[in-house]
């Protein structure tokens, strides 16, 4: 069993920065890939950000240039530094893990975005 820890969301004002983390802790494997994924309100969750363990990245096109994942696979974190936050990236940010075939999921963190 994996556990993931997100930390970091709160209440900013718009065109302000937040960097979001994700603790790993369990039965990790060597190779994985993390990621970031979005519930907006009355929307379905979507991804916003990947990354692996050998350094490869993947993100959304709505957020390639405000957003930067980043992991410290020593330290089995991840995290997410949003830059530029928008209304619409008000939401609940799912940390996700993915390795051989189970997938776990923490239980977010709010980010709410003031105009």
């Known amino acids: 069993q994996v556990q993931l820890v997100e930390s970091g969301g709160g209440v900013v004002q718009a065109g302000g920065s937040l960097t979001l983390s994700c603790a790993a802790s369990?039965?990790?494997?060597?190779?994985?890939?993390m990621g970031w994924y979005l519930q907006a309100p009355k929307k379905s969750r979507q991804m916003v950000a990947l990354?692996?363990?050998?350094?490869?990245?993947t993100y959304a096109d709505s957020v390639k240039g405000r957003f930067l994942v980043s992991r410290d696979i020593a330290k089995n974190i991840m995290y997410l530094q949003i830059d530029d936050l928008q209304p619409e990236d008000t939401g609940v940010y799912y940390c996700?893990?993915?390795?051989?075939?189970?997938?776990?999921w923490g239980k977010g963190t709010p980010v709410t975005v003031s105009s």
């Open positions: 990354a692996d363990t050998r350094g490869g990245t």
């Open positions: 369990g039965s990790i494997y060597g190779i994985n890939v």
């Open positions: 996700h893990l993915a390795q051989k075939v189970d997938t776990f």
